[in-house]
């Protein structure tokens, strides 16, 4: 499994959809951003799009990983390997909003994701069709955010 930062173009629409029904705020969002992919041979099978929303506050606007190859590690792998990528380049904070249960919620809370906010009536009123799982409908978002440590170049020259 290889890791890489691409551009956002080359991540497949039928992987970003996985994570993210809405077609056209996805490409709202895939303008200016970061891609990162999860290739395996020539297939990406492992999305992810993150971009600025401050001065150096980031937000994970879409992560997937297709259904074929999930819960074998690859989300984690790609999960980690953003928040690596973001931290090289001067981010130190990250928010994301997901879902109020389910293994997402638990898959980001794993690597040091903490609960910011609660978005009531979030998948109410921004989804057309009922968004379940496990038997219950989504309704409110949470709003999840990471600090990172700083990253530390080694000095150059001695
Ligand atoms: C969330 C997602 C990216 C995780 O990718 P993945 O490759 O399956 O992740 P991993 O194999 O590293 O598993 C991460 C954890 O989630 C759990 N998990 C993954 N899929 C699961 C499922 N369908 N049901 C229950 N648990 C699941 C794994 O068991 C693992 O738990 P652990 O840390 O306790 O071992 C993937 O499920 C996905 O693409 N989902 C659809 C899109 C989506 O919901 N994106 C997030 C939007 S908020």
């Not at 609660?118 to 038997?135: A, I, N, R, S, W």
Request: aromatic share 8%.
């Amino acid at each position: 499994m290889e890791y890489h930062e691409v551009d956002t173009g080359e991540l497949p629409m039928a992987l970003l959809l996985e994570a993210d029904p809405a077609k056209q705020r996805i490409d709202a969002y895939l303008a200016g951003s970061w891609g990162f992919a999860a290739r395996e041979g020539n297939e990406v099978i492992g999305a992810c799009v993150a971009g600025l929303i401050g001065e150096r506050t980031a937000e994970i606007f879409n992560i997937a990983v297709a259904p074929s190859h999930q819960q074998r590690g690859i989300g984690s792998g790609l999960l980690h390997f953003v928040l690596t990528s973001l931290a090289g380049k001067g981010v130190y904070r990250i928010e994301l909003g997901t879902g109020s249960f389910g293994h997402q919620l638990t898959y980001y809370q794993r690597h040091g994701f903490r609960v910011d906010a609660v978005v009531k009536d979030h998948f109410l009123t921004h989804y057309p069709e009922p968004l379940m799982e496990h038997g219950i409908q989504h309704k409110d978002m949470l709003r999840l955010s990471l600090t990172l440590e700083p990253t530390i170049s080694a000095p150059s020259g001695e």
